[in-house]
């Protein structure tokens, strides 16, 4: 699966498949300004040079010759009774499948950071100050009933998506025009110069067909895009949607005529006849049934059920294959979520002391056998994660919002508390009450009140036995200084209306993080984003320091300026405890049934490649035997 920062703003796409990324620089070309006639590039790139040149034939990583067929059975966590991608953040439950039946305007390589080569369009130009971008549609695009991809369908797609999705109206929100320039060309207009990424991350829109969605159904009613739907759409894609049942499975299956199946960002990928999808509550009752064979793939997040639960016979006897895969096209912050709309939480000395009753290495130690290492910084994993005390440019950055930002992030490298022991834990659970009594909390009847008198009381929401034990774990530190505790478990329909709405206390959350971050980051922690039902920003921070930051980070002219901004940005998050940092793993971690291969070795940037750059292997599959 080709990964941008639009995956990682959707989150995970699908179970069986692992969501990178980027600000744009300039292509090593002739300077090209505004006014100029537009200088055609076959790629762009967030940093620079680009691997492949104008001509190239396929992508080093991929088996040209890979083989088409077969199947894949693959395993989504929750639900689903809605296709319709557009309104996918505050209307229903998606089906993972539905986003792999479009395609964008560029694609994703996946053994360089940030860089896109042609998928829909053939090319793109942009001048040197970033303040437009020209695509140039591919005369053969063809959506699956023949018709030919038209501008119209692109200017439909960022103005229907702008305004139906949360998460889409802030990622271009600088885009204020959209218009026809040529019988297969759009001009996206920035709203000012200077943002070095826009160009690219107009390459990630989804393109969605306009004559569709404005036509009639099979039975004659009028299609509307704003609302949720379980009438398969159609795309332009390798993979169209076919037999499914509400909420239970999506079976996807392969174009044979796909219009794109010999571009060079498409050969040697999409080899599986069919992608069949099976939809489960709760990872316990996946794993079951992929035991069972009735699963080929399962992505497995619990460090204690990859430690003890893959002990059955297919294990030992090879037929299915346990593998860890590295992640290098991300970063990321996890951490319990404090809602700032939440009177008892604006007190950042409260936020601090529910950091302190959180013993992480206790919890390691108990239910995830020391795999993991705690989290310190919103960019966990990546050169933009900040360090000791800041200095150069990231100092120089930071004195622009100095009187508006705690103090501690020019004297103190921020670190977490470490507990693991009784002494240490003891010193925190110390150090927590100290806070709370500054904050003008106070102990009455072992039950800690807030400075108005009112008890405090936090409800941490969760919708699966994995989040339910972690939240189990923490619950009676909590407990122990006095804030009245409890775990609510609801089902992944509820779930999702309470966050899109905010109505919570405590949540679980998790921002993977670019390799370059950019324009997301307004929809991460921007204060337009806080009010917006639906958004990525479910903290609710509205911080005028925050926003200048990343501001910084969107028009950063250089990498380094970029990476000090981002690490100016970071500070500021971690001393405003705005959650709780939690742990993270630098592997993605899958078991599989030895049906299939890929070629060697996988991308970099490419986690595990599943699904586009693996293929069905007849002699594997016939050597372990048939499918349940």
């Known amino acids: 699966m080709k990964i941008t920062r639009r995956h990682l703003l959707q989150g995970a796409a ?103 080569y042609g998928l829909l369009a053939e090319s793109a130009a942009h001048p040197d100050d970033f303040s437009w971008v020209i695509y140039r549609l591919r005369k053969d695009a063809r959506w699956q009933d023949g018709k030919p991809v038209t501008p119209e369908d692109v200017i439909f797609s960022i103005e229907v998506l702008k305004k139906y999705s949360p998460m889409y109206r802030s990622y271009y929100r600088h885009v204020v025009k959209s218009e026809k320039t040529g019988d297969h060309e759009i001009k996206f207009t920035f709203d000012s110069p200077g943002n070095r990424e826009l160009p690219t991350i107009v390459g990630e829109l989804i393109v969605l067909p306009k004559h569709y969605w404005e036509g009639s159904d099979s039975q004659g009613r009028k299609r509307d895009i704003s609302a949720t739907t379980l009438e398969p759409p159609m795309g332009s894609g390798p993979y169209r949607i076919g037999e499914f049942v509400a909420g239970r499975s999506v079976r996807l299956e392969r174009v044979k005529d796909y219009w794109g199946a010999s571009l060079p960002t498409q050969v040697g990928q999409n080899n599986f006849d069919e992608m069949r999808f099976e939809f489960f509550r709760d990872n316990l009752v996946a794993l079951e049934a992929f035991k069972a064979d009735q699963a080929d793939w399962i992505a497995e997040n619990s460090a204690k059920q990859w430690a003890t639960a893959y002990d059955f016979p297919a294990v030992a006897e090879k037929r299915v294959i346990k593998e860890e895969f590295p992640i290098n096209d991300s970063g990321r912050m996890q951490g319990f979520v404090l809602n700032l709309r939440r009177e008892q939480f604006r007190d950042a000395r409260l936020r601090r002391a529910f950091n302190y009753a959180y013993d992480f290495e206790e919890m390691n130690k108990q239910l995830f056998y020391g795999q993991y290492k705690r989290i310190n910084s919103y960019f966990e994993g990546t050169e933009l994660a900040s360090s000791g005390l800041p200095q150069g440019e ?235």
Request: glycine share 6%; charged share 25%; hydrophobic share 40%.
């Open 14 to 116: 699908f179970a069986a498949a692992a969501p990178s990324l980027g600000a744009a620089t300039i292509l090593p070309v002739q300077a090209q300004k505004a006014t100029e006639e537009p200088v055609w590039r076959h790629a762009l790139s967030l940093f620079g040079e680009v691997k492949y040149p104008a001509g190239f034939k396929r992508f080093d990583y991929v088996n040209p010759d890979a083989p088409k067929g077969g199947s894949v059975r693959m395993i989504s966590i929750g639900t689903f009774d809605n296709f319709n991608i557009a309104v996918a953040g505050v209307k229903g439950s998606i089906a993972p499948a539905a986003a792999m039946i479009y395609e964008t305007l560029m694609a994703r390589s996946q053994d360089e950071v940030g860089t896109e």
């Open 394 to 628: 990231e100092l120089q950055i930071l004195q622009t919002v100095r009187d508006k930002v705690p103090s501690e992030v020019f004297t103190t490298p921020y670190t977490n508390p470490v507990g693991g022991n009784p002494e240490a834990v003891r010193a925190n659970l110390r150090e927590s009450i100290k806070l709370l009594k500054e904050a003008g909390c106070e102990i009455r009847d072992r039950k800690l009140v807030d400075p108005a008198g009112k008890p405090v009381v936090v409800e941490i929401l969760v919708q699966d036995p994995s989040a339910e034990r972690i939240g189990l774990f923490y619950k009676p530190s909590l407990e122990r200084i006095g804030v009245t505790t409890s775990i609510r478990v609801v089902d992944d329909a509820q779930y999702q209306n309470r966050i899109r709405s905010f109505d919570f206390d405590v949540i679980i959350d998790v921002w993977p993080e670019s390799l370059s971050p950019g324009n997301e980051q307004r929809e991460f922690w921007g204060s337009q984003a806080a009010d917006q039902p639906g958004s990525k920003n479910t903290v609710g921070i509205k911080n005028p320091a925050v926003d200048a930051l990343i501001d910084k980070v969107i028009f950063a002219k250089d990498r380094a300026g970029l990476v000090a901004a981002t690490r100016a940005l970071d500070r500021v998050l971690l001393w405003n405890f705005y959650v709780v940092p939690q742990f993270t793993y630098p592997f993605s971690r899958y078991a599989r049934w030895d049906r299939f291969s890929h070629a060697e070795p996988l991308p970099k940037y490419g986690r595990s490649g599943l699904p586009s750059l693996w293929w069905y292997d007849a002699e594997k599959a016939a050597r372990i035997g048939k499918r349940s």
